[in-house]
């Protein structure tokens, strides 16, 4: 940690302030310029508040140097996370390394019969996993907000069907008890920083899908995901989503430059919600294709077996059709990066 | 609503999905260019879902014309939201209308004798209102999370002493039995778009203190007052609190424009919160006098008895002195605002 | 273009409204609501200025239907724009349809030496075109401002060296007598609206790369395009190099889901700069590849044999061995999309 | 200025860097953590290149302790740039200080009448200076482009008139020979960058009314500043307009909490664009109010006599009769600040 003083402050004040801060369990380094002392904090810095430091009168600025997640960060766990889930037919599914995962599914569970022909057809085309919401977050109070357990049953049941295994959201930890045999449980792009919400996920022994937050740093989703690994549960998969912009052409803005920085910063896989980024199916496919070439470890994209006739997102749905093609392509893609689908 | 379709799509075609439309109660106007068919739809639209329309293959563009909320709305509540609490020694505490609110306090308690002298400064300095956090939602798992229901305890005491009525954050639904004497519930930013916390919110009985999500839109801000509204709960104060930029000089930036914005769709009450929005203490008094002008209908500031000492967020609080001159300043622009504070 | 009346303007009102605009040769329908009229132009929109309407007493809001630009318009141009030019060893470059364009170089000619040998090199590696700047735009004028007239005379002798044309930027009207050789003219993206110089483009007889500006939307960089266009110069290429995000990872959002849009919307080739994107050289090879799988018609890198010692952005500057690496690399991602480098 | 070098860098290579900055004239300290080395420079580290350095391999991180601008810096200049100008009547206009200054007039010169008669009124009501559009910067190449030449004619015939002095933008250098009679030259936000014409007015003996860019820092308002100011010419008035946010309510976000900001770095004098800022004139007045009690120098305003058929901007322009009414109010809020119009 670097600690600018204020122009003007003495070599003693500013040596009180360094003995304090050497109590904490650091040792303090003085750069000493013309009007101006720099302090250089040397150890475990993560003891030190920096917004303590940051309200003391002497000080000008306060810059880190080490990052402020441990268990999320690639320093302290060189090697990639990848772990394994049962799928399909006794196939396992593999999530980070070599393998390049795609979940699919409608953005809502609206009736057994569209759950269970969307599921027969994404696992088809080689979808591992099928997603579907059953508790919708919906910005408005009068939209359709999901089947809710009714929908999870019926999600329960094309997993039973088809063997895939499911990813819903969560939306509030009272739904905990449901989620049993959910397979991944989901944290949308606005409870990111639920704290309360990510507490609760570190307790549990479900791998999270964690999507990044509309506005948020790679920074703070990587803080989100220590919340969750702070509470024991380290099988977590990062989701970029498109973050808020200023232009409409699209939804959000897709920034897959956060896939290798993540990559560079973490050990945690990282997927690509290219339905969400931009709200418009006809994208999707380009945005897919990127994904994989700028280094993602999966896709989690919207089917609908109707979407003219979607209660929620058909803008933004592939049709079953749209989505064989799309693996097809995605294959030679994956297969440049030396990943298999 | 007005719906564009696509070049080339004719008449006949267009005439089908108008007369589906008609079946959901609206009658439909024909705006026919050169290559261009424009629907105009007349009627209660709230009813038609504008994602399943968008995703109609026929359709181009959806512009609505109708704000997507009804409870929040001016339109269909001309007069300003104005409401009383008891506040201190007998007094009533008006908020809205020609009364300018200060809520005043220290980020999180950190002790009796911290709240408690805090409490006693505030109070003679003018605040109608004590705030401070005992759930305190931090970016880090390893930051002080604030001191829970302790802190509650300790917060209802110092309203005891003062007779100030306290406003205090909620993070999850499981924590309101805990804010009976609590007299108005905060939702933070990061909660403003958690719906499920909303919707509980709808069917409690207390004002609400609603911060606006930190890259939310106006729109989106009032629907989640909708939110709470749709469930019967129509005490809620608006709170503009910055908005995520790209520039780095102060830790958001304080969009006051919303402010007469807010006041123009919707009767209810608008309050700047100074010290989150810059997270600076030195800006706060600015920022205040400006959100006065700009016609807020109060501040919510933090003030601590020890800034260079606060458990967290000390760089934006000010100290009691500097408050009560703030109050001072204060009451001159809340007087050429016709306001009284 | 759609007219919202303000709620209550009555029918006589709106009738004269209507009538004033259809004066200027468009004809006008009418919606009327329960409490709100809609007003319908159709015709040739583009005669009517908005802002006029806008500014109206009874106009609540305005959107138009139609672009405001024509020439860049797919709708008026449904064919791709490709053009040639010569290129090295009596080749011809294509721009645009099944070709994928590398042009490579340093940030700034530095000196003889430099240019040559990093031109020889990217021309090995299969670039097309030599890039290189002799006029820097430089936030601060304490910066190196480049070499002026003097760089370009060093551009244009390892053209006469190599044979690769150049593409170099054009700051202000008055240096374009010094273009005379320069084969494509670089618009930066803090000039894309510097309208006067946008004017002269559009009379000059040499292709224009054209660089998205910092903060704007596609259709703004559009309209900027048929600024150039309108004077008659209709061979521009679109460049996409990372918009102003609030993340600090890296310099700027790359913005690749703007390549399906801007092909949707318009004609014109488009190209990606990864290397101003990020502003990181490790992270350019993830962001070409991106960038082909996103549909663009090519890329414009920075390759500078000695990035430690670069006179400017150093930082996200490639070696001419990474180049040749990448170019392999992007061989077959191009293939993928049927296209040839 | 602190270079954090990469992780393993051993104290060795980092001698040898450091040897080499020394060679700049600066002296280095080290402060070695466990495993990371962060040099301290320290002397005049304007002469450092930091691109240079950031793209040393050894170097993770560069941050400056110092602006980046000198004469623009408070730090070099502690006391405020204040400077007269002779106004209407013989009085001296003073910019800065105690003083505040309202600039009003058209967006843009239509005719002698129109601007005669709006020169007229908004000296009746007290505005300082004359603003008009000759030369305008507009998004469309099929939109008014203003009047050119005549129109600066035209502008200087209402000074004439009135004595008023004239605020108008400069678009390019060859312009400038027609500026002879102008008082004060405006940079408009979309040249804030532009490089070339800010170190040509470094040269002339205007005063320079400098916008900030729509999507630009302080940092970079500033360095723009210190353009214009190393050329020698050190009479710049800087403009708070608005920067792009994500919201469509209002044209802009206006960034009220940069005038203490800027206050604080530099010693320039700073003005507020209300009406750019929000491109709605009902919003004007609120956001004008708030300008001053947020400390700036001034405010610029359109004014029209006709919105409704202002050739550009009418949407945001207030008519005479509003503007008398707005300085009538201004002046009471100048007066809680200390200020005189």
Redesign the interface.
């Known amino acids: 940690m ?1 600690i ?1 003083l204020k ?1 003007g402050v003495g070599r003693t004040e500013a040596g009180v302030l360094a003995a304090e801060l050497e109590k904490q369990g650091v040792t303090v ?6 009007n ?1 002392i ?1 302090l ?1 904090l ?2 475990d810095t ?1 003891v030190i ?1 920096d ?2 430091v ?4 002497l000080v000008e ?1 306060v ?1 880190r ?1 080490q990052e ?1 997640y441990k268990r999320a960060n690639r ?1 302290f766990h060189p090697k990639d996370t990848i772990f394994e889930l049962p799928g399909a037919d006794g196939k396992k599914i593999r999530i980070g390394g070599d393998s390049f995962v795609v979940i699919a599914g409608p953005c809502s569970v609206e009736s057994r019969e569209q759950i269970s022909s969307i599921a027969a057809d994404v696992k088809k085309s080689g979808a591992a996993f099928l997603r579907g919401g059953a ?1 919708k ?8 907000q999901g089947m809710g357990g009714h929908g999870l049953d019926l999600l329960l049941e094309a997993k039973k069907e088809t063997g895939l295994p499911i990813v819903t959201e969560l ?4 739904q905990l008890e449901l989620f049993e045999e959910v397979d991944v449980i989901q944290v949308g792009a ?2 990111m ?5 990510l ?1 609760v996920l570190g307790r549990c022994r479900k791998p999270i899908l964690l999507k990044r937050g ?2 948020c ?4 989703l990587l ?1 989100a995901a ?2 969750i690994m ?1 509470g024991g549960n380290d099988r977590i998969i990062l989701c970029e989503r498109g ?8 939804r959000n ?9 993540l990559k ?2 973490s050990h945690l896989p990282v997927i690509v919600d290219p339905s969400h ?2 709200g418009l199916a ?2 999707v496919p ?2 897919a ?7 993602a470890d999966g896709i989690i994209v919207e089917v609908h077996n109707n ?9 933004q ?1 592939i049709t079953p059709d749209a989505f064989s093609d799309l693996m097809e ?1 995605l294959r ?2 994956a297969a ?1 990066e030396g990943k298999v689908i």
Chains 1, 2, 3, 4 share one sequence.
């Open positions: 670097i600018v122009n380094d003085f750069s000493e310029g013309a101006q720099v250089g040397v150890g993560t508040n917004e303590v940051r309200a003391n009168r600025k810059m140097v402020p320093k508790f977050p919906r910005t408005s109070p009068y939209s359709f939306m509030e930890t009272s606005r409870n920083q639920n704290f309360a919400l507490k509309m506005a740093t790679m920074t703070e803080m220590e919340y702070a973050v808020r912009g200023f232009d409409n052409y699209a803005i897709l920034d897959l430059a956060v896939i290798p920085a560079q910063k980024a931009t006809w994208m380009a945005m294709k990127a994904a994989i070439a700028a280094g979407p003219e006739r979607a209660l929620c997102d058909g803008e749905s392509t030679k893609y440049l």
